[in-house]
């Protein structure tokens, strides 16, 4: 019989947080649920005796804070962090404006930051804890129209890499996940999918087309949230975090293919790179 746990979850009334709230409760353990509104996670979740939804803006440090209190008051602890919220800016570069670029790092890097600065102190005080941060395939690998989403993602990448050292002390330990395309609603939902903001003659045809082409993978996108979800449950309940989990058979392709080009980039120029050390002989 698996330990009960006590899970934490943020954005949770859409997407793929939904499925990993009802996971991780017919697996048995208690969740606290966050949202903008507890309301509609509640509504999206369905009520359970061992569910709390708490509205949560990760934007906000104060609110981060009361609902790590509001976990604790109802279940006594909190086991499991999962930083799921978190929104999409796309477009070009200069197509992106400045106060959006930096709306995408408040939301997805620093909302994570504001929630997981608000539970480390429950956790080291239990002397364990897990931390599951959800980034993305383009967290590992740059890609065409998601400048500010990747530099968010790349952020929470080097962040969860360098936490765990921080962490491991006080039986904390940490896992990114970097899902491919999985079928929720992210493409099409206005809350959290955002257009470029400026209009610029150069780029007008190729964002058409790149929007066009994203709005007509909608439905057709290879993951099931619901199986990441499940394998996301199995992996808490296994004990010992891996460092990272590359979710999806088209992620693990383009993780294992961007591999083996930085190897083939390190080899062009291993010889200049070795000749750059100070010739102490001399």
Known sequence: MTEKKVWLITGAGRGM????????LAAGHSVVATGRSAEKV???????????????????????????KSAVDRFGRIDVLVNNAGNFYAGYFENISADQFRAQMETNFFG???????????????RSGQVITITSTAGLIGQEFVVAY????????GWMESLRYDVAPYGIC??????????TELLVEEASMIWPELEIADYAERTAQTIAGWKGMHGKQGGDPAKLAAAL??????????????????????????????????????????????DDAN
């Open 174 to 183: 940490t896992m990114s996940v970097e899902p491919g395309f999985f079928r």
């Open 42 to 68: 509640l509504q999206a979740i369905g009520a359970h005796e061992n569910l709390l939804t708490v509205a949560l803006d990760i934007t906000d440090p104060n609110a981060a804070v009361a609902a790590a």
């Open 150 to 157: 990747a530099a968010s993602k790349f952020a929470l990448e």
């Open 17 to 24: 947080g939904i499925d990993i709230a009802q996971k991780a």
């Open 233 to 278: 449950v199995t992996l808490s309940d296994a004990g010992e975090l891996p460092l990272r989990f590359v979710a999806g058979a088209d992620a693990m392709a383009a993780v294992e293919a961007n591999l083996q080009t930085v190897k083939e980039q390190i080899d062009v120029h291993r010889g200049l790179s070795a000749s750059l050390a100070f």
């Open 112 to 126: 994570p930051l504001n929630v997981t600065r608000a539970i480390l102190p429950v956790m080291r005080r239990q």
